[in-house]
């Protein structure tokens, strides 16, 4: 099994451009996650997912969008970028939820917008 | 109050010395709690998970759960080099999503 893979690694964006953050997992996992991570910062969660078809608001959803048509993909988008969402994200699985949650990350996208 | 707080460090521990990491949390109805390590440039990965008051032993790591004083810790024992990392506590809030804290940073000095 892969887990959870992301592509790209890394991107440079400039301000007002738009990107795809891919996010793919092989674990037959339902719930899937976006997190970003700025520096000495916690992971902050953007987007969640329980089931393809379905998502929901995190807690920084601004400037995001997401959307699951499949169990395994949930790519992140990005409309319009702006310096403050240079960051590292996250995406993450879980087989269930509730309070047995036990999350499996991918490696990260590492994006800078200039 | 942050929902979940941990000193950042860094905490800095002799090979071969215990290492004690540790995280408060505010919401008195959380129910399970993670411990994620994370090296430099990395993703976290999962070290432990505990949902019960006392003690869970996974070889060299020890997690401790004490939900009166809304406190979890994880004890490292004999720690080694390849133990530096940043230390993530994450907690299940109301909503049972992850609520992470900020992280310590664990030094381990040869």
């Not at chain 1, 990107?19 to 902050?44: E, F, I, S, V």
């Not at chain 1, 702006?82 to 996250?90: E, L, M, R």
């Not at chain 2, 215990?18 to 994370?38: E, H, K, M, P, V």
């Amino acid at each position: 099994n892969a887990g959870v893979t992301q592509t790209p690694k890394f991107r440079i964006l400039k301000i007002g451009q738009s990107m795809t953050l891919q996010c793919a997992q092989d674990m037959n996992h339902n719930y899937m996650y976006w997190y970003r991570q700025d520096p000495g910062m916690g992971l902050k969660l953007i987007y969640y997912s329980v089931g393809a078809g379905i998502t929901d608001k995190g807690e920084v959803p601004n400037g995001y969008n997401v959307s699951r048509s499949t169990t395994e993909d949930f790519p992140l988008r990005l409309e319009l970028a702006a310096p403050s969402q240079t960051s590292v994200y996250f995406c993450a699985s879980s087989y269930s939820t509730g309070p047995y949650n036990e999350q499996f990350f991918g490696p990260g996208t590492r994006l800078t917008v200039l | 109050q942050k929902e979940v707080e941990q000193n950042s460090g860094p905490l800095s521990v002799p090979e071969g010395a215990i290492a004690s990491l540790n995280c408060t949390y505010s919401d008195r109805g959380s129910q399970s709690f993670f411990w994620y390590r994370q090296y430099s440039g990395k993703s976290p990965e999962l070290i432990m998970f505990i949902y019960s008051n006392g003690d869970k032993e996974d070889g060299r790591f020890t997690a401790q759960l004490n939900k009166a004083s809304q406190y979890v810790s994880l004890l490292i024992r004999d720690s080694q080099p390849s133990d530096s990392a940043t230390y993530l506590c994450a907690v299940t809030g109301a909503t049972n999503k992850l609520i992470f804290g900020t992280g310590t940073l664990l030094a381990v000095q040869p």
